[in-house]
């Protein structure tokens, strides 16, 4: 066992990100230009919280950071507040299967096919999932 350097709970020798927060806990470490962008999007976000864009860019850099608990936040309030941005439902879906809720990845995939019924990426990642359920369909 070991502990996660983030928020320090106990964690399996064998996991590669965090339960709790999504750190990633092998493996390079994220980039300091994407954790510096982030800290520039924290402050655009804090000056215009109803903007999702700015929430969108930030949920992005935490991705590419793989700070997956951290972008859910943010890419759950795009959803909020633009419900028609299907490339949210996607960024979503990778958060949420990278911290183990595959229940919930696969709740968002849906809901973004509803949004829009021919995006790639969402088709793309409604078939990882269903491979990774062992499943046809659900």
Known sequence: ??????????????DRFCRRCGAKLTGRQPSATMDALAEEYR?????????????YS????LLY?????????????????APAFA????RLVLCR???GELDEAWAAVERGLIV????????RLR?????LRGTDDK
């Open 43 to 55: 402050k655009v976000v804090a000056d215009h919280p109803n903007d999702a864009d700015a929430h």
């Open 1 to 14: 066992m070991s502990a996660c350097p983030k928020c320090g709970i106990q964690t399996n020798e064998e």
């Open 116 to 123: 829009d019924p021919n995006h790639e990426d969402l088709r």
């Open 58 to 61: 930030l949920g992005l850099a």
């Open 127 to 131: 078939r990882e999932l269903l491979d």
């Open 97 to 99: 299967a990278r911290l």
């Open 65 to 81: 950071s793989e700070r997956w608990a951290e972008a859910v936040i943010h890419i759950e309030r795009v959803i909020e507040l």
């Open 87 to 90: 490339d949210a439902y996607a």
